[in-house]
């Protein structure tokens, strides 16, 4: 399996943030070609030491890197990610990366 976790920072808004990622961008991004799981994070995300920087944290999940790479070229993948720089006032970090069961 192969993951892509989208780390949201503390928007200008936070429950405009919510409620726009709730019912436009998530139903959005869960079209996307490929996307075999999602999860997100609920309430604060925090560090050892406490407060991070993050409000949000998502995961999707896919059988490969080749497949976030073909879904992200979709109209699909474009189209959410497009979407971040509607709602994403604070900014989004994404990392992929490949996993196994250990």
Do not use: N, W
């Not at 936070?14 to 019912?23: C, E, K, L, P």
């Not at 996307?32 to 995961?59: F, M, N, R």
């Amino acid at each position: 399996m192969a993951r892509l976790v989208a780390m949201y920072k503390h928007p200008k808004d936070t429950a405009a943030f919510d409620a726009y990622y709730m019912s436009k961008h998530l139903p959005l991004a869960k079209t996307i070609p490929g996307l075999k799981g999602y999860d997100i994070s609920t309430g604060p995300v925090l560090t050892p030491e406490g407060q991070s920087p993050y409000h949000l944290i998502a995961t999707l999940h896919f059988d490969s890197l080749a497949d976030i790479a073909a879904a992200f070229q979709s109209p699909e993948g474009q189209a959410a990610a497009a979407d971040t720089h509607v709602f994403a006032t604070g900014g989004v970090e994404l990392y992929m990366f490949d996993t196994k069961d250990v």
